[in-house]
């Protein structure tokens, strides 16, 4: 049985760093492409980064660029999600993911086979 299972967040303040992690079991982690999502009250579901299992690259999206790091360790299976600079649009619940072999469409969510229950970050202005 597969699992992945966020911890980390937690209410912080603007401008706060903060690392999420992601453990996961019950699938061969180095064959899965490992992503971050995030959703924020009333809004869909956002990519936030991806690092890919074959090849190593490594992608954030724009609103994140800069800010956010994603690393993961294969032999811990783990992926982080370092988070400097936060502000309150980074409100979210935040899911990581795991996609069998990977896709170039690294950002859409329904590419990816398996989901986190998701650890809630909260920053306060």
């Known amino acids: 049985q597969v699992q992945l299972v966020e911890s980390g967040g937690r209410l912080v303040q603007a401008g706060d760093s903060l690392t999420l992690s992601c453990a996961a079991s019950?699938?061969?982690?180095?064959?899965?492409?490992m992503g971050w999502f995030r959703q924020a009250p009333g809004k869909e579901r956002e990519f936030v980064a991806v690092?890919?299992?074959?090849?190593?690259?490594?992608y954030h999206a724009e609103s994140v660029q800069g800010r956010f790091t994603i690393s993961r360790d294969n032999a811990k299976n783990t992926v982080s999600l370092q988070m400097n600079s936060l502000a309150p649009e980074d409100t979210a619940v935040y899911y990581c993911?795991?996609?069998?072999?990977?896709?170039?469409?690294?950002?859409?969510?329904?590419?990816?086979?398996?989901w986190g229950q998701g650890t809630q970050v909260t920053v306060s202005s």
């Open positions: 690092f890919e299992c074959c090849g190593g690259k490594v």
């Open positions: 993911a795991a996609d069998l072999y990977g896709s170039t469409q690294h950002s859409r969510g329904i590419n990816y086979n398996y």
């Open positions: 019950g699938l061969t982690f180095s064959d899965y492409s």
